[in-house]
């Protein structure tokens, strides 16, 4: 038996459905925000404060959101209440790059497809 050949078509189908699918992640995605949270314990002003002995007596925990503009790192002070919805949009950043990045190779491949059949129906 001959190797079969995946058709024209079908891999057209395929990198169609392929592309749908990611489109319809995107529509999944929550509030995103670029940048890190950080979460810290600080040591206070008083010198004679056991946090400066003592790195479990420390002040905290003390969360941040920490971003770039323009090379510049800008860093904003969150409440504890605030720290996890600002967690979960970062996590939403990541997962909308990855998306991103899927529809970029999947359309990389598409658009070398569709213009290689442009050229042979010349
Ligand atoms: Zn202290």
């Known amino acids: 038996m001959a190797a079969r050949k995946t058709s024209p078509n079908t891999l ?7 592309f749908r699918e990611a489109q319809q992640e ?6 995103f925000l670029k940048g890190t949270v950080s979460k810290r314990m600080m040591k206070c002003g008083q010198a004679s404060c ?3 002995r003592d790195p479990s007596r420390r002040h905290g925990p003390y969360f941040e959101w920490t971003y770039k503009v ?8 969150l409440s504890p209440q605030a720290a996890p919805l600002y967690q979960a ?4 950043q ?13 359309s990389r491949t598409a658009l070398a497809r569709l213009a290689k059949s442009a050229e042979q129906a010349r």
């Open 50 to 52: 056991a946090c400066h």
């Open 70 to 77: 323009q090379g510049k790192t800008v860093n904003v002070k």
């Open 26 to 31: 995107l529509q999944h995605l929550s509030y």
């Open 89 to 92: 949009a970062v996590k939403q």
């Open 94 to 106: 990541r997962k909308l790059k990855v998306i991103l990045a899927r529809l970029e190779r999947l």
């Open 12 to 18: 057209r189908h395929r990198q169609d459905r392929r």
